[in-house]
């Protein structure tokens, strides 16, 4: 089994920086290199989005919002994954949960993965406000 940490959340003005971490432990850990890593957001009263993924080879994608803007890195050797916000927005206050499936990111048609269900390890989530 597979538990995730988030860190890093917190307040920031419009066009500032924040930079958030997955921590990983479990009896699974040997094996989690190779699982599809997400980081999803979820505003009060909206449906939980899909901001950034990264698979087991390293190719990244983004969600709409997030590109141009947020970078999705991972380091295998300590089993963190942390996302980089930059040039951030009031739209972008949500909380923040890191997300992994043993399965690679390829739950549409070979294509990536967007819905919260593809995935079956959760972090609590860390607040990201932006003002």
């Known amino acids: 089994h597979v538990q995730l940490v988030e860190s890093g959340g917190g307040s920031v003005q419009a066009g500032g920086s924040l930079r958030l971490s997955c921590a990983v432990s479990?009896?699974?850990?040997?094996?989690?290199?190779?699982?599809?890593k997400a980081w999803f957001r979820q505003a009060p009263g909206k449906e939980r989005e899909m901001v950034a993924q990264?698979?087991?080879?390293?190719?990244?994608h983004y969600g709409g919002t997030a590109k141009g803007r947020f970078t999705v890195l991972r380091d295998n050797d300590d089993n963190t994954l942390t996302l980089e916000m930059n040039n951030l927005r009031p739209e972008d206050t949500a909380m923040y949960y890191c997300?992994?499936?043993?399965?690679?990111?390829?739950?549409?048609?070979?294509?990536?993965?967007?819905?919260?269900?593809?995935?079956?390890?959760w972090g609590q989530g860390t607040q990201v406000t932006v003002s």
């Open positions: 997300a992994a499936r043993s399965f690679p990111c390829d739950c549409v048609s070979g294509l990536w993965c967007y819905s919260s269900s593809d995935f079956s390890y």
């Open positions: 479990g009896r699974t850990i040997g094996t989690y290199s190779r699982y599809c």
């Open positions: 990264i698979q087991d080879d390293g190719m990244k």
